[in-house]
């Protein structure tokens, strides 16, 4: 024998049993986004390194983190790392798109990072977006759309935390820290959830800030309550500040319109939610899933109004959310939400000799003409072999076709689970097949 | 305005219009190859080098051919040329997968190549397999599920053009060719339907072939008719060589239970059938277009009984077939087989004013329960420029909801394209879209 060769770091195969999963939510997230309004939209694997390097501010840093080639003619090029990046790379060379612009991308994704669980460097995202609206409702309909993606996938116990980057623009004006270094702090209350206040303190301290300022903001971040008493609190607090005003504005809209798209009861309003990425000039959110098994974040996303200039695109407004595939499926696997078979297969076709194989070939033809999804034995085994690889596979019914049947006109249809048979005319195995 | 950016040489978007057929095409061979007994299954983007360069024989001239790069620890990978090796190597790792292994893979492979009209560098594949049995009617099946698949997508005018190695090989021991030679020679007559007689009779007097073994093999490779009886001359020819009379066998099987599949129309035995590939060890079949435009393949594929074991598994049967889903799409423009909007969205729901917002985006809710793809506007136009949008988008029809039809308890349906609007009630318009 030769030498086995296994994948590459950080990728993984699909076996039939994995796929059917994946094909499951696919299914599901294709049929929520288009009944929302959004139409689907692909983009090459790969890109011209420049555009991937111009996200991250331009440069090479970005080198270490993706997959970076060149081709034969020496073109520099990346294995994508988002779906966002491609999406305003299209819009900003295709201006004559009508407008808004809603489309939704699942694909494959790569990184190149540290493996942790459920980390890979191959993974699928799943973007939905509206480009070319300003208005709030377009950010309500997409938190909409994920609320009832998840919700179709079986998801119940989850919020949706909820902030403004304008928010946080005003609180770096009120607590008059300079404008470079916001992204610092952005960062650094972002971890509030995640490593507690004192450990947040320590880090503002590094960055500058004193001690004043920094109780003023995590006063600030820690508002809590019902949306609309946070946002009044929030309110008081950033009233000199236009920005801060602007975007409590725009959140109060959101609420608002949550109403009618039914999800008012997920909200969480959450000044220390910040977003890593860069790029965010608007309402900035994240899906938690809040199960009580700290499994974090579902989805995210935010506006982002002017990344398509900055792909050369007219300037043009944008607010999306992207869910997590690996942690939708990995919550789903702990949870048992999946209630799916091992195989498509739903019968076996046994051939019990050769003399009735034209018989089970005929038979087989007529379960997939009904779409019953089928094999027939393809190895000349014995029955109760043929049974065996059946059940081997979780194929939950049989057919057998023996020379008895023949001359009655029946088949014997086999409960695989429970190991029963009984004869029937083959319209009525295929109409009870159907009704299942 | 910043610098544009293109999609890399040899990739492109698919913008709504254009995946939506793509979805179209997948969503029925999916179904199709479950029909079938065929399970989904996926390997990743890339696979370690030293795999993808094995099946070329080993070594570097692959490189030329593939996206090849390093990871930041050096390691040699390749974006995937084709979706058989991957599918093999998942095989070879894991012997106690029930046999036989029947799976279907679509996605896309990546190719460092000359670009033609309808051949790009990054393009769709879609693969069907079965493996682990040596039985001909594997091979049948395999013809069956690709018929099935490109008449399910409305093809009506095609052949399978039929062969086996082993008749080629045969025909090598009757002509007393040493067999080193036998690629070159399977090569060069895989270009009678290309480049005609004389051309190969050239190229074979280069490999080294005298007059009379070359008008022996043409002889041969020539002959014509109904299945049947080209397989009985060939039969006559061969009737020396073992190893030819084993695969005339094997085709006659396979005719034989074509008739069963309901595929016995479609079957051309061409001797002339070579196929590129070195691996194919039995039968070889290639579907071909014939409706006159001289479009070629839209499907290939063969048994590979060597192949598993190449890469390292026990030596395990295997045979499949691969269709080309940019040739299938290419032929489905042209003959305008594709009868599909440009976009999913069924309804656009009207925003008349800011005071039945609420209204307008309940009946978007109502809508979208009942599985009705729709959009509302998100741009605060007016009714004018909403429908002038919606028209752009080609969505085929609104609702239209304005303060007196609250007052009435109705909508305005509106049909698009004969510009024509009825009153109704929200209830009976979703019954007519759900009956559409």
């Known amino acids: 024998m030769s030498e086995k060769f296994q994948t590459p770091k950080g990728t993984r195969d699909f076996l039939p049993e994995e796929m059917i999963k994946r094909d499951y939510i696919i299914d599901i997230l294709k049929k929520t986004f288009e009944n ?30 993706i997959y970076y080639f060149k081709d034969k003619s ?58 070319g609206s300003d208005s709030m409702q377009a950010d309500a ?4 759309v994920a609320v009832k993606a998840l919700e179709n996938l079986g998801f119940k116990k989850f919020v949706i935390n909820l902030n403004n980057r304008k928010i946080l623009s005003g609180l770096i004006e009120l607590i008059q820290v300079p404008k470079e270094k916001r992204f610092d702090i952005f960062r650094a209350i972002d971890k509030l959830d995640k490593f507690g206040k004192e450990s947040v303190k320590d880090e503002l301290k590094t960055i500058g800030l004193s001690d004043e300022q920094i109780s003023k903001l995590l006063k600030f971040v820690t508002l809590e309550g019902k949306p609309k008493s946070v946002l009044e609190d929030g309110e008081r607090i950033l009233k000199q500040t236009k920005i801060g005003l602007e975007g409590l504005k725009e959140l109060k809209e959101i609420v608002d319109i949550s109403k009618n798209y039914g999800f008012y009861d997920r909200i969480v309003i959450d000044f220390s939610l910040a977003r890593g990425l860069d790029y965010y ?52 696997n702990q949870e048992k ?51 065996q690889y059946a059940d081997s596979l979780g194929i939950p019914y049989a057919v057998i076709i023996g020379p008895e049947e023949i001359k009655k006109k029946i088949v014997k249809f086999r409960d695989m689970k429970k190991r029963k048979e009984v004869g029937m005319k083959l319209e009525d195995v295929i109409r009870k097949l159907k009704s299942i």
Chains 1, 2 share one sequence.
């Open 36 to 65: 929302f309004g959004f139409d689907p939209f692909e983009t090459p694997a790969f890109e011209n390194f420049e555009l991937l390097a111009r996200k991250g501010g331009g440069g090479d840093t970005i080198k270490d983190q």
């Open 74 to 131: 020496d073109r520099e090029l990346g294995l994508r790392f988002d779906l966002t990046v491609p999406m305003t790379r299209v819009v900003a060379n295709n201006p004559q798109l009508p407008k808004p612009f809603k489309r939704y991308c699942i694909g494959r994704v790569w990184r190149y990072e540290e493996i942790r669980k459920d980390r890979f460097r191959e993974f699928w995202q799943c973007d939905v977006d509206t480009v």
């Open 141 to 144: 309909e997409i938190l909409a």
């Open 281 to 332: 000039t608007g309402p900035i959110f994240e899906v938690i899933d809040t199960s009580g098994k700290n499994i974090g974040s579902l989805a995210g996303g935010g506006r982002y109004d002017e990344l398509i200039e900055l792909f050369g695109g007219r300037p043009t407004s944008a607010t999306g959310i992207s869910l997590g595939i690996e942690r939708v499926t990995e919550v789903m």
């Open 337 to 387: 939400m999946f209630d799916l078979p091992k195989t498509k297969v739903k019968v076996f076709v046994v051939n019990v000799n050769d003399r009735v194989k034209d018989e089970t070939i005929k038979v087989t033809e007529k379960l997939r003409e009904n779409n019953i999804p089928c094999q027939v034995d393809l190895m000349n085994r014995n029955l109760v072999k043929q049974l």
